[in-house]
């Protein structure tokens, strides 16, 4: 059975860092992509980031751009999304994701297959 582990959210001031990863079981990476999206209060679901285990290649959301970076360990068990410049608008709940048959990297929640609990990020000003 597939799981995704969330963990590295806290509270941090505007301005700092905080790097989340997702642990991955139950499933050999091969061409898969793992994705990282996030959920404010009210809000929807929000695509963040994402990369392929096959190429290493990523996609970013505009807001992301140059201040988040997504990255797989050597072993490919673990995405981690860096996270510098925070902004209190970057505060949500964030979840990892996956999924197991990409034609391309999705930022579509409804393309991936599997989801983590999510860990919170707050922002504060």
């Known amino acids: 059975q597939v799981q995704l582990v969330e963990s590295g959210g806290g509270l941090v001031q505007a301005g700092g860092s905080l790097r989340l990863a997702c642990a991955v079981s139950?499933?050999?990476?091969?061409?898969?992509?793992m994705g990282w999206f996030r959920q404010a209060p009210g809000k929807e679901r929000e695509f963040v980031a994402a990369?392929?285990?096959?190429?290493?290649?990523?996609s970013y959301t505009a807001s992301a751009k140059g201040r988040f970076t997504i990255s797989l360990d050597n072993a490919k068990t673990t995405v981690y999304l860096q996270m510098n410049s925070l902004h209190p608008e970057d505060t949500a709940v964030y979840y990892c994701?996956?999924?197991?048959?990409?034609?391309?990297?999705?930022?579509?929640?409804?393309?991936?297959?599997?989801w983590g609990q999510g860990t919170q990020v707050t922002v504060s000003s």
């Open positions: 994701a996956i999924d197991f048959s990409p034609r391309k990297i999705a930022t579509t929640r409804a393309d991936y297959d599997y």
């Open positions: 139950g499933r050999s990476f091969s061409y898969d992509v």
């Open positions: 990369i392929s285990t096959s190429s290493l290649s990523a």
